[in-house]
T-cell receptor
Framework: DSGVTQTPKHLITATGQRVTLRCSPRSGDLSVYWYQQSLDQGLQFLIQYYNGEERAKGNILERFSAQQFPDLHSELNLSSLELGDSALYFC??????????????FGPGTRLTVL | KNEVEQSPQNLTAQEGEFITINCSYSVGISALHWLQQHPGGGIVSLFMLSSGKKKHGRLIATINIQEKHSSLHITASHPRDSAVYICAVPTEMYSGGGADGLTFGKGTHLIIQP
């Protein structure tokens, strides 16, 4: 158990809908990352937040948005869903400020199926 | 943007064999990550290393910064080692600002047969 929690575990929805995925980082971790894993694209970095502020953006679509709240949990909002958005969405957390990079601890993932 | 290449893509071996998985990347980095993903989907961080060698149980990771290459070794492999092993590096060269979303290799599917 990494200490990172994600809800829900599974989500089935229809095209055009909007969903919210939730992540709680490990106690003490200030940074949250969101990743998408699909069969055709593999694992891709979406976005990173640090202590409530956006720190880095990866391959995140305009239909997707995220935020990190004062209690450090984070939400990833996916809207106007398409079939191709079906994937595993992982959240990870780390403690920033370490020289040379930061070990990331992954949550169990949310499996999104868009029908 | 950093590119990550892993080899082999698939590896089947017998229990007890010494396993090596290789990873190459294109841009200088601050640290490289080795991750393990089990069939259930969960991802576990195995190593983060920036130089030399690290060992944890039967797992050994090495990195050569000059050659932009890392290897993951498994000694005395066991069927429970069967998983996907993924190499990852920071997406942008480390600037010290803490922006370090990862770029991933395609993974090595390892099967250890009893």
């Amino acid at each position: 158990d990494s200490g990172v929690t994600q809800t829900p575990k599974h989500l089935i929805t229809a095209t055009g809908q909007r969903v919210t995925l939730r992540c709680s980082p490990r106690s003490g971790d200030l940074s949250v990352y969101w990743y998408q894993q699909s069969l055709d694209q593999g694992l891709q970095f979406l976005i990173q937040y640090y202590n409530g502020e956006e720190r880095a953006k990866g391959n995140i679509l305009e239909r997707f948005s995220a935020q990190q709240f004062p209690d450090l949990h984070s939400e990833l909002n996916l809207s106007s869903l398409e079939l191709g958005d079906s994937a595993l969405y992982f959240c990870a957390s780390s403690v920033l400020g370490l020289a040379g990079g930061n070990e990331q601890f992954f949550g169990p993932g949310t499996r999104l199926t868009v029908l | 943007k950093n590119e990550v290449e892993q080899s082999p893509q698939n590896l089947t071996a017998q229990e007890g064999e010494f396993i090596t998985i290789n990873c190459s990347y294109s841009v200088g980095i601050s640290a490289l990550h080795w991750l393990q993903q089990h069939p259930g989907g969960g991802i576990v961080s195995l190593f983060m290393l920036s130089s030399g060698k690290k060992k944890h149980g039967r797992l050994i990771a090495t990195i050569n910064i000059q050659e932009k290459h890392s290897s993951l070794h498994i000694t005395a492999s066991h069927p429970r080692d069967s998983a996907v092993y993924i190499c990852a590096v920071p997406t942008e060269m480390y600037s010290g600002g803490g922006a370090d979303g990862l770029t991933f290799g395609k993974g090595t599917h390892l099967i250890i047969q009893p």
